[in-house]
């Protein structure tokens, strides 16, 4: 049995409209979603971009769903208050909140006016800020030094248990550095054997908990229709690393795709106006081993799509709930603490 999810894209919804998607998908029958957290959409045709952390209490708030949160700690985001936000949706939500921590793009880290690092210094910085989350997240206090900076930080609203931390997976070393470290591996829609691989080399190199998925699709009952949505909307969205990490913005991302053909988006999309069709793409990467597939339909109108999908899609496919999105061996035991005890002190490296 397998979870499917809905993804709500930030960059392309109005939040109050995407809130009332999320929770229409709920009723047609998806089991558990997920949102981006941009600060700028991918081009000006998608036109949004709602703070993710303002809508996610909202959404848990009015869904039963598990909902996670792909985000980017290190520039934009300091670690401790990232850990701050989880420790707090964790807390009210128990079981029902987790986050994928990548290394982050440059269209959305740019606004502190900070440099934009090198990939591996990125990566370093995450570890940091990983390490950081973890140890705030068990009740710790941290100082640390190094590529992230942390003064005694300490969070006083514990969760009773700590939220799962996703890597978020896009080539074999990252699979291979996030297995270190992840309660699970999140990727996007790609050939077959190049997600064997990296799952492959995400398990070989001891990554454990789930394998999730989420697959950028395009439908419309109108074959061209379901195409031209796509490439307005996605033709931004075609470019592999490390390109789409280090162009700076919505306009650059528009020139950069002037000449993108078709083709290409349909190679990134799942474009078919065919429900039987999508039925079938989702349930191939379901035996390829994956527990959750989260949906993203990359238009801008998503309940004709949730109608869709949850009255002739999900019936095709086994669907359940997911398991609690719990960390599988957090570095401690995150339990509610009285404002008169002392937390444990940490000073990482």
Not at 27 to 42: K, L
Request: glycine letters at 8%; charged letters at 20%; hydrophobic letters at 40%.
């Amino acid at each position: 049995m397998t979870v499917i999810g809905f993804h709500n894209s930030h960059e392309q919804v109005h939040p109050a409209e995407l809130l009332g998607a999320v929770q229409h998908a709920e009723e047609v029958g998806f089991t558990a979603a997920m949102c981006s957290d941009h600060f700028a959409p991918w081009n000006k045709a998608q036109g949004h971009s709602g703070f993710a952390w303002s809508w996610l209490g909202a959404a848990l708030a009015t869904t039963d769903l598990p909902l996670g949160v792909v985000n980017a700690p290190g520039q934009r985001y300091h670690p401790a208050i990232i850990a701050q936000g989880a420790a707090t949706l964790a807390a009210m939500f128990p079981g029902r909140f987790w986050m994928a921590l990548g290394s982050g793009q440059v269209m959305n880290e740019r606004i502190t006016g900070d440099a934009w690092p090198p990939k591996r210094v990125r990566d370093a910085r995450l570890r940091e800020c990983v390490d950081v989350i973890r140890a705030l997240l068990a009740g710790e206090e941290v100082t640390h030094r190094g590529l992230v900076d942390v003064e005694r930080a300490r969070i006083w609203s514990l969760p009773e248990q700590q939220p799962a931390l996703i890597g978020p997976v896009m080539s074999v070393p990252t699979a291979r550095r996030h297995a270190d470290w992840a309660d699970g591996f999140i990727t996007i829609n790609q050939p077959h054997e190049t997600l064997r691989e990296l799952t492959g080399a995400y398990r070989e190199a001891g990554g454990r908990g789930r394998l999730a998925l989420q697959v950028h699709l395009c439908w419309d009952p109108d074959p061209d229709r379901a195409k031209a949505i796509a490439y307005e909307q996605w033709r931004t969205n075609t470019f592999p690393p490390p390109l789409c990490w280090d162009i700076d913005g919505p306009e650059a991302f528009e020139q950069a795709s002037r000449h993108v053909p078709q083709e290409a988006v349909e190679g990134a999309v799942l474009v078919s106006s065919d429900l039987g069709q999508h039925a079938e793409w989702i349930a191939e990467y379901v035996d390829l081993g994956f527990d959750e597939v989260y949906l993203h339909h990359v238009g801008k109108e998503q309940l004709p799509f949730l109608d869709a999908f949850g009255e002739h899609v999900l019936p095709q496919l086994d669907v359940t709930r997911p398991a609690p999105a719990v960390a599988i061996d957090p570095a401690g035991p995150a339990q509610p603490r009285r404002p008169d005890q002392a937390p444990q002190p940490a000073v990482l490296p």
